[in-house]
């Protein structure tokens, strides 16, 4: 049995280099929500010296609210603005040598995308028009892997390690007190079911299934690095081979 371990890096976090060997894959910011061309410079090239898989990071141009808060914008705006992002760290990796695997949206371009099909479409068809080879994660049983299947994309089902779940499968809000899970053994616990069981257990409780293909650790939480220590450390246990898609 295999997955693969993802983070979201190039944000601006000090924990990037100890998290870099530990993951199969990375999603770079590209300058929109955080980041820039000398922190998408270095940071593919970590990932080069790691053999870690570089995909794109975009979300909303709203560097003030880290891309988690929710903007108005029109398909035209959405598609352009998963376009714009891609093409900017595809010219850092053309520089190096090397090529883009996956986009993963970011934050609430991601939430969107993961509960309203339109948004999910239009992200769909910008990565399919740039490079229908790239690989397009999304939320376990989200439009945006739906919509992203329709197109004929490759997708990887993605599963949260530090995150609680809705009893729809979404994630529960960043406003809400419960929404990220703080806790070392919550959080291995977690991630063992959804993999093992191929279900996640709701704040109420509820059981949900989900398909476990690629697992996200949040580079800007607080234990990120003990986290994703032991999360490895759990998965080698149980003889779970980290490995990218």
């Known amino acids: 049995m295999n997955v693969d371990l993802n983070c979201d890096m190039g944000e601006g976090m000090k924990n990037d280099k100890q998290l870099m060997p530990l993951i199969s894959s990375t999603n770079i910011a590209c300058g929109y929500h955080a980041g820039d061309e000398d922190t998408m410079k270095m940071t593919v090239e970590s990932a080069l010296q790691h053999h870690v898989a570089i995909g794109a990071h975009p979300g909303f141009a709203d560097k003030e609210f880290?891309?988690?808060?929710?903007?108005n914008q029109g398909?035209?705006?959405?598609?352009?603005?998963?376009?714009?992002?891609?093409?900017?760290?595809k010219k850092i990796t053309t520089a190096f040598h090397t090529s883009l695997h996956h986009v993963k949206p970011h934050g609430a371009l991601y939430n969107l995308a993961?509960?309203?099909?339109?948004v999910a479409r239009m992200i769909a068809r910008a990565v399919y028009d740039l490079d229908p080879q790239l690989i397009l994660y999304g939320l376990s049983g989200s439009y945006l892997v739906r919509e992203a299947a329709a197109f004929g994309l490759h997708t990887a089902s993605e599963v949260f390690a530090d995150r609680t779940y809705q009893d729809n499968g979404q994630l529960t809000p960043r406003s809400e007190s419960n929404a990220v899970i703080d806790s070392e053994e919550k959080s291995i616990a977690?991630?063992?079911?959804?993999?093992?069981?191929?279900?996640?257990?709701?704040?109420h409780s509820i059981r949900v299934?989900?398909?476990?293909?690629?697992?996200?650790?949040?580079?800007?939480?607080?234990r990120a690095v003990t986290f994703a220590k032991n999360i490895v450390e759990a998965l080698k246990q149980q003889q779970v081979e980290i490995k990218t898609i």
Do not use: W
């Open 75 to 89: 398909s035209t705006e959405i598609y352009d603005l998963v376009i714009s992002q891609i093409n900017t760290l």
């Open 190 to 203: 977690q991630v063992l079911q959804m993999i093992q069981e191929k279900t996640v257990t709701s704040i």
């Open 209 to 222: 299934p989900i398909v476990a293909q690629t697992i996200c650790i949040h580079g800007d939480g607080k």
């Open 66 to 71: 880290f891309g988690r808060r929710e903007l």
């Open 114 to 118: 993961a509960r309203e099909a339109p």
